[in-house]
Nanobody, 118 residues
Framework: QVQLVESGGGLVQSGGSLRLSCAAS??????????MSWYRQAPGKERELVAA????????NYADSVKGRFTISRDNAKNTVYLQMNSLKPEDTAVYYC?????????WGQGTQVTVSS
């Protein structure tokens, strides 16, 4: 059974930092073969891509709104992907979801709440 378990969310003041983790298990193929991403969804808004990382070449992609503030990374030995979030803003408040994608496979975590107070 595939599981993606996010952790590390919480309440932080504007300008603060948080580090999200997503632990993966039960994948039918090796964790390293999956593209891993973080998405977020704020109340009343659509889910949006925040950051993505591909294992093969280590390439990353970020939403313009988080470039220079967020960093995605992965540890294939631990089957874990991280999102380091610095200089947080109130508009970063959302539920953050971990996603794993491989051709014909797409998995989601249950989400972790991030709240940034002004």
């Amino acid at each position: 059974q595939v599981q993606l378990v996010e952790s590390g969310g919480g309440l932080v003041q504007s300008g603060g930092s948080l580090r999200l983790s997503c632990a993966a298990s039960g994948f039918p193929f090796s964790f390293s073969s999956y593209a891993m991403s973080w998405y977020r969804q704020a109340p009343g808004k659509e889910r949006e891509l925040v950051a993505a990382i591909i294992s093969a070449d280590g390439s990353t992609n970020y939403a313009d709104s988080v470039k220079g503030r967020f960093t995605i990374s992965r540890d294939n030995a631990k089957n874990t992907v991280y999102l380091q979030m610095n200089s947080l803003k109130p508009e970063d408040t959302a539920v953050y979801y971990c996603n794993a994608w491989r051709r014909q496979q797409n998995y989601w975590g249950q989400g972790t709440q991030v709240t940034v107070s002004s």
